[in-house]
């Protein structure tokens, strides 16, 4: 794990560092080294680790609950180099989609294709961020929707580190079986009038989650539109469960 | 209105009423008389005014949040005399479930009609208790599941008075027109396995409510097993909502 940068601001200290071919950032409080609770965000698609979203997300968790933050970015995103095969299954995607192709089940063999190299690097960028003496190995929750949620299901399942995840803007096409494998408590968001989602495929992915404690929130309006009170909702969520 | 009994007890002063036929409780923050928001409570069925849910929900939003909370019995229930009407009705229809018809449209059809009496009953109880000093006209919000929910679509459509409403585990056959127009908040609470709501009725409900913020929570288990932090989030919301 190398450093490339270390600022601090408002109480929160953040590093970018690059692990191997992952470039990510970390976010802690600034202070005392101590063994804390860690939250991994995954990014939507075409974004990145230091988007205002995940900023927004990161800094309330560091400041609010005094919880470590990390955010890798995935392949082809942020500041990794292009990825030709990605792109031009992305570009046949669209040809099909523009042909009259459900977009659904062609954005959940994407997912779960950049899965394959996701969750072996989310766990790699754990097991270095976690040997940090201002992080430790407390308790870890992950939080991701739409391509965060595709990249997510399989992560959670696959992790036993982590207790608890927010997921939402997915459907079940590509990951029920990795949904069902799942038994932490999970908090699940549906927009109600997603252009991108099927509800009913948002619906099965809920259903399938192996969790004894799962809660579906579900909001009037389109695929980015989550009302910034879920946001809260999230943070309370993990507090719940992480301490 | 016509008070029967005054206690008090950790900060939380308890009247019961009774207001021409209803009987009721309301509870009020112990101290000086000030305005503050109001919440009407709608207990289940079988249930009455003084429900450990509704006191577990009373206490909290007085104690917490300074809130005034009333609860009135419905026809039938808690204090009121015995119902013929509604019992030969209930008779007939478990007679017809035995019989193989559809449990949901019969249990709509019942509290549409209990409705016609509610609905000005518990608008009369707002304009008495809104009246007392330690009451005062604040903003008002309703909660509700089950019957409270069959109930209270129709009341919080008829009265502008209220400003957000929880409600939940009903479904949308006996309700949808009034739902559509109810335009204030909604958090609306579905029971993932309810056995007496069938899911499609009570998804069907959440479409039809005419409010541009509303927020369905589902939850796995039975009609009776709402998870507690259910409660939590119903008291962010009303905070939310009326301050």
Not at 48 to 56: F, M, Q, R, T, V
């Amino acid at each position: 794990m190398h450093f490339t940068s270390e600022t601090s601001s408002d109480g929160v200290r953040e590093q970018l560092f690059v692990l191997g071919d992952v470039p990510g950032a970390l976010w802690t409080p600034d202070g005392p080294a101590a063994t804390r609770p860690l939250i991994l965000l995954g990014h939507g698609g075409g974004e990145h680790k230091k988007e205002p979203g995940i900023l927004a997300r990161a800094r309330r968790l560091v400041t609010e609950y005094g919880y470590a933050v990390v955010a890798p970015d995935v392949p082809g995103h942020g500041d990794r180099p292009f990825e030709p095969e990605y792109d031009a299954l992305a570009t046949a995607n669209q040809a099909r989609i523009a042909a009259g192709a459900e977009p659904a089940p062609l954005l959940a063999e994407f997912h779960a294709l950049v899965a394959r190299r996701t969750v072996p690097e989310w766990r790699a960028v754990l097991d270095a961020v976690q040997r940090l003496g201002h992080v430790g190995a407390g308790p870890v929750g992950y939080c991701g929707v739409s391509l965060g949620c595709g990249l997510g299901v399989p992560f959670v399942a696959a992790e036993p580190r982590v207790r608890a995840a927010v997921l939402g803007l997915g459907g079940a096409l590509a990951s029920a079986e990795e949904a069902g494998r799942i038994t932490v408590p999970v908090e699940f968001l549906v927009q109600w009038d997603d252009e991108r989602v099927p509800r009913g495929a948002s619906l099965a992915l809920f259903d399938a989650f192996g969790s004894a404690e799962k809660t579906l929130h579900a909001n009037p309006g389109r695929h980015g539109e989550v009302p910034a009170f879920e946001l809260d909702s999230a943070l309370r969520f993990f507090a719940r469960h992480l301490g």
